[in-house]
């Protein structure tokens, strides 16, 4: 019951930018992706995804990809994407109620409200039901989106389909600091409930301390993968971000990454 | 260490701020008495000398019909009566294209009329009045909603292919493809008519701009089966139209299968405009202006935005086709002219709110 890919290879038309992708994520655990702009992040997570043709095997909950019908895949796994655009005036309570709707069967009308409330709470917009999507803040609309997300497997581990997965690309990229830490420990604390997450991120300081596996990417290639001990190493993120980079401890085995000018690499 | 701050309010129980669908319970049941009472307004309104509340009252067996003649019966229920069974199927059949292509096209203007769906449409019917005989015998009634269904057809699936790359619609795209094939189809069209013999071109007159003057019951079975399997078949597109609002990868990450979905739309779309524009020409503004002021009132969700626009859209042709008849009676103005006197101006007002939003 996990995410594995082998041998992912992607190309856009002629260029090529992953370049055989080994990936594989357990649930009960955050697995992180890192790596520069334009390493191939985004692609990885899009052919996890499917939603990209891919070359190589990936499978979910010990199934091919390519064999779970759609509505299976909504059941176990939700995406986050980068970004989201919508089409009509929605209000937060209606771009929520979209996850609920695409998730499991709830018994009647106050259930949903009642998981949409839930859910507003989580990613702390309480108060925010009855705006327009459209007239939210960037990192508002971003944690609206990761309510609908939630919505849509809100159960870590279900008893027909197993662990769900919860696909994050840059959740955090437009939050404040307290917003990221609160997100970031809504993602692990679902790990601990027995999902799996799988997040696309640039912050390494925040990569330390929530990620258990990490997976660095570097112009399409796996550049290290592991553990944070293992992955987050002076060297190797000083050749893959290409600026000197100083990691440290904190007390308790917190990771803290430091960086120095880019000229000094 | 993430305590929420203390200031925040304190929610009730549980609110249902934000949530529209009680609103837009009420207003299904709301449009649904408006539609009856248009209905009844449409049947009454006309050449006074015809007692059509008696009629009415009469066929309900509330009176006992002494006096009335037999041409009142006829002009009732043979004349106004389908008139306003056809202006119902055909403004409802409208509207709900419009709100349906809206929400494949992701945005509030695309609408069959403007993208030039009913211009394939009609091409589509007046080649069978002019070259397709044979199949006029064939397929009787349905020869015309049949082929006006394949040219909306073909020009909803080219205006989708065209527009459309990557799951995006460019909607200045779909804006001046929908202009080309308009005029391409308006073309074709005349050269038809050049070529058609004065039979025919009785048929054709009344193309241009549209009317609910020939309203024959035959016209409406041609009509209603084809509308109503649309309305039948759009509830359940509404899941994949809200979910599609967020995009195609979204929609399909959350279960939806997105390319049945769209095709299914698209046939939709072309079968309920081509048989609109078989029974009564090309009718402009319906399909933008019924269901943009729905989502004004209701908001953009699907599951009502639908069945709202049939019912708004058929009272909105009713009285619109009412006020056709009666403004320069006894003659009568083409409905055309009416929906685009009211709509054109709305459509610009749109624009306007909009302004810097359109490329979207
Ligand atoms: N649709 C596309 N067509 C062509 N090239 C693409 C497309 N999407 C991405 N690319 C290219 O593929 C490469 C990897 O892109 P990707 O989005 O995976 O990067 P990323 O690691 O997620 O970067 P970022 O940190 O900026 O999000 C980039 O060079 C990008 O220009
Ligand atoms: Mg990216």
Known sequence: MTIEARGIEVAYGKRRILHGVDFSARPGEVTMIIGPNGSGKTTLMRAL????????????NGKALSRHAAHELAAIRAVLPQDTALAFPFTVTEVVGLGVTAGPILANAHARRQRINDALDAVDLPGFAGRYYQELSGGERQRVQLARVLCQIWNPVSHRHGPSWLFLDEPVSSLDIRHQLMIMELAANYARRGGGVIAVMHDLNLTAMFGDRITLISSGEVAATGTPQEVLQDDTLADVFGCALKVGEVPRNHLFVLPQAISAG | MLQRPAATCTAPAISMEGDRSGRARIA??????????????????????????????????????AGLKPTDYLIMESIRLPRIVLGILIGGGLAVSGALMQGLFRNPL????????????????VSTIVLGGGILSFTGIYA???????????????????????????????????IAIGAFAGAATGVLIYIADDAQLRDLTFWGLGSLAGATWTKVAATAPIILIAFAASPFLARGLNALALGE????????????????????????????????????????????????AIGPDHKYLLPCSALLGGAFLTLADGVSRTLVAPAELPIGIVTAAIGAPFFLWILLRRRGLLDL
């Open chain 2, 28 to 65: 299904v049941v709301g449009l649904a008495l408006l539609l009856l009472g248009v209905a009844v307004f449409g049947l009454v309104l006309g050449a006074a000398d015809t007692p059509a509340w008696r009629v009415i009252l009469t066929r309900l067996g509330l009176d006992n019909g």
């Open chain 2, 144 to 178: 015309l909603p049949l082929s006006a269904f394949f040219g909306g057809l073909i020009t909803t699936w080219l205006l989708y292919w065209v527009a459309t790359r990557n799951g995006r619609t460019s909607i200045a795209t779909l804006l001046l493809a929908g």
């Open chain 2, 249 to 296: 990868s979204a929609a399909h990450h959350m279960g939806i299968p997105v390319q049945r979905m769209k095709n299914v739309t698209i046939v939709v779309v072309a079968a309920a405009t081509g048989a609109s524009v078989a029974a009564a020409g090309a009718i402009g503004f319906v399909g933008i202006v019924v269901p943009h002021l729905l989502r004004l």
């Open chain 1, 49 to 60: 995804i499917g939603e990209v043709p891919a070359k190589g095997a990936v499978s979910i």
């Open chain 2, 110 to 125: 695309a609408d069959p009329g403007i993208v030039g769906v009913s211009a394939g449409a009609g091409l589509g019917a």
